[in-house]
Nanobody, 118 residues
């Protein structure tokens, strides 16, 4: 199983970023995909999840209105787009796969560094 994320991104404040997570080795629609981030010196922060089977999403309240998750079943790829970036969004962003019935992650992407700086 592999979850392969897109490469590091550098953005100006106010811009948007879109990170991809390409899945291989399991049936794409069999697991939820969560997005989690870790800012420098801080713990993991859950951003939300998508069900690739039907595109259903759930977002953490903190990110409501600024984040969008999508999933392309034809390419087994999930996407996370974050808009109106600010310096506090500088973090490593991860996708992680879990079964519907658990909050434990079975698989993780390698992480994508997003840096917001002018």
């Amino acid at each position: 199983v592999q979850l392969v994320q897109s490469g590091a991104e550098l953005r100006n404040p106010g811009a948007s970023v879109k990170v991809s997570c390409k899945v291989s080795g399991y049936t794409f629609t069999s697991y939820y995909l969560d997005w989690v981030r870790q800012a420098p010196g801080q713990g993991l922060e859950w951003m939300g999840r998508i069900d690739p089977k039907d595109g259903g999403t759930k977002y953490a309240q903190k990110f409501q209105g600024r984040v969008t998750f999508t999933a392309d079943t034809s390419t087994s790829t999930a996407y996370m787009e974050l808009t109106s970036l600010r310096s506090e969004d500088t973090a490593v962003y991860y996708c992680a796969a879990r079964r519907v019935t658990t909050n434990d992650y079975d698989y993780w992407g390698q992480g994508t560094q997003v840096t917001v700086s002018s």
